[in-house]
């Protein structure tokens, strides 16, 4: 497709598993970032990666989150052992090196019961 | 690193009057500066962009805004505000050379009648 592509676009999951979150960039970007937007919160960084750069991982909130991104394209964010405070939107974004315009998907709602 | 304050949380401004959403932020150089838009249920949309040259900049739908390096500022504004622009307003922060873009909390526009 044209655009960033996530998916799930809904995740229902209980306290204590584990989810994957799937982002598909667009077709060349080299950087591609995860947001968490919780209810009532701005965007908060999570991770960036930019080409073959190290991952710049500042932003993940505990040890409990991770993410990768295989062969420069699509990346999984992993959320284990998952708790009530990580409820939220999960927005990826990507763009063609980072500094510039972001292209964002349509997110992930995750809640956790 | 880079960081960004929206100082207002939410604005109320009636249709037909003027806009201003206030954005600081900090950064050692010159950075990338953008204005998105999150309508309700619409992902995120880019307004507009500085990156150089002539600080006053001109976006989509009617906004502007204008980067004042002596404030570390980058003011939206808007001559006359449309009842459509009812959303969520996030100033954002880049830097040139591949670094990361860090989002502001957020400023959510009321629009009265």
């Known amino acids: 497709g044209a655009g960033v592509s996530q998916s799930p676009s809904n995740k229902v999951t209980e306290k204590g598993k584990d989810v994957e979150l799937r982002c598909d960039p667009i077709s060349g970007h080299t950087a591609l970032y995860w947001y968490r937007q919780s209810l009532g919160q701005g965007l908060e960084f999570l991770i960036y990666?930019?080409?073959?750069?190290?991952?710049?991982k500042s932003g993940l909130p505990s040890d409990r989150f991770s993410a990768e991104r295989t062969g420069g394209s699509v990346s999984t964010l992993t959320i284990q052992r998952t708790q009530q405070e990580d409820s939220a939107v999960y927005l990826c974004?990507?763009?063609?090196?980072?500094?510039?315009?972001?292209?964002f998907g349509s997110g992930t709602q995750l809640s956790v019961l | 690193a880079q960081s960004v304050t929206q100082p207002d949380i939410h604005i109320t401004v009636s249709e037909g009057a003027s806009l201003e959403l206030r954005c600081n932020y900090s950064?050692?150089?010159?950075?990338?500066l953008f204005w998105y838009v999150q309508s309700p249920g619409q992902g995120l949309q880019l307004l507009l962009k500085y990156f150089s040259g002539d600080t006053l900049v001109q976006g989509i739908k009617g906004f502007e805004a204008e980067f004042k390096r002596s404030q570390s500022s980058f003011n939206l504004r808007k001559p006359s505000v449309h009842w459509s622009d009812a959303a969520e307003y996030f100033c954002?922060?880049?830097?040139?050379?591949?670094?990361?873009?860090?989002f502001g909390a957020g400023t959510r526009l009321f629009v009265k009648a």
């Open positions: 974004a990507s763009s063609l090196r980072g500094d510039e315009k972001l292209f």
């Open positions: 950064y050692g150089a010159t950075p990338y």
């Open positions: 954002a922060v880049g830097a040139p050379g591949g670094f990361k873009t860090i």
């Open positions: 990666f930019q080409g073959n750069s190290a991952p710049d």
